[in-house]
């Protein structure tokens, strides 16, 4: 036999299905490697019709069996290929078909984590848009995002900057601030869902203004619905109007709980039901700083929550202190 005998190497070709086996004659002086695909590396087999299920994909991919469920019934979105077998509720694909779909959605993963991390290195007052803030969280449409402002009040924190375009649609903004500190506070990803129970009807809000109302009953006056979520809110400064309560009380084993008067509660949630432009928020929350900062004697007291709880529902702890800051600029200046 000849050293340079001319043998057949399997080599793969890209096509508009996938990746194809085609046959090649080739020449060398000896065994030389097949080309090998990114998404092959990893593979303990060789074969890419062989027949893998969840199992096997998680042997040999690392993929866990829950996350390849999640992968295929998000399909719409997440582009996982429909299984090459079908038996009962087993799947399974060939090597061929969900090894370059891995190794794409892996890519895309990283990519994401890329564009978050760029997003996120600026200054805490920039405003991003609901755009920006979707491909932050990992989303490439904004329809989760809304969909928590909508379905979730409290999960996420309320734009700090809304307005309404010359067309009538509602264009919300939030400071990178305000979406850094959510996710580093976030309840783990993707867990939307209270785990609280269902809370009773709401108190009429023509009950006595002065009564205490605790965390579990202004949550659902303020459409949350949990005081867990309300009092994520507060923390957040989503709602700076409640950062002081009215009484705190402490049980026996030591928990606080903190209460508001129901006048307090009741003109929060009517402010929340209006939707100004964000410039005329803007400017009453600027007329209001710049009032309170010439009628105090000491201009160090005039604080956020001070403000925050004269004008409800007007802004952010992080809005309100950059019209502090800007109101006091002003009045040096002038």
Known sequence: MQADSTRQTLTLTAADDGLLPTLRASSSRGPSPLTTPSWRK???????????????????????????????????????????????????W???????????????KASQSSVR?????GPRDQLMSTSEVAKVLGHKRTV???????????????????????GGRLRRSWYLGTVADWIDQRPGPGNTQSK??????????????????????????????SHLELNRAIARGVLPELARPDDVLRSDRGLTSNRYKRRRVVALARARQQVPTSSELAQ??????MHALRAAVDPGAVTIEVLAESLPGHGSTIAWKKTIDEARSSMQAG
């Open 42 to 92: 990893t593979m303990t087999g060789t074969d890419e019709n062989e027949l893998l299920d969840a199992k096997q994909i998680h042997d040999e991919f690392g993929l866990s069996p829950s996350r390849l469920s999640e992968l295929y019934r998000d399909r719409t979105t997440t582009g996982c290929p429909e299984p090459d077998e079908t038996e009962g509720r087993r799947r399974r």
């Open 94 to 108: 060939k090597r061929g078909t969900i090894g370059p779909f891995l190794t794409a959605h892996r890519a895309a």
């Open 117 to 121: 991390h760029s997003l996120l290195t």
């Open 144 to 166: 989760t995002l809304l969909g928590w402002l909508q379905d979730r009040p409290g999960y996420f924190p309320e734009p700090d900057v809304t307005e309404t375009t010359d």
């Open 196 to 225: 609280a129970r269902t809370q009773a009807a709401a108190p009429v809000e023509d009950g006595d203004p002065e009564e205490l109302l605790d965390t579990k009953q202004a949550a659902p006056m303020l459409g949350y619905s």
């Open 284 to 289: 009453r929350r600027l007329e209001a700083a």
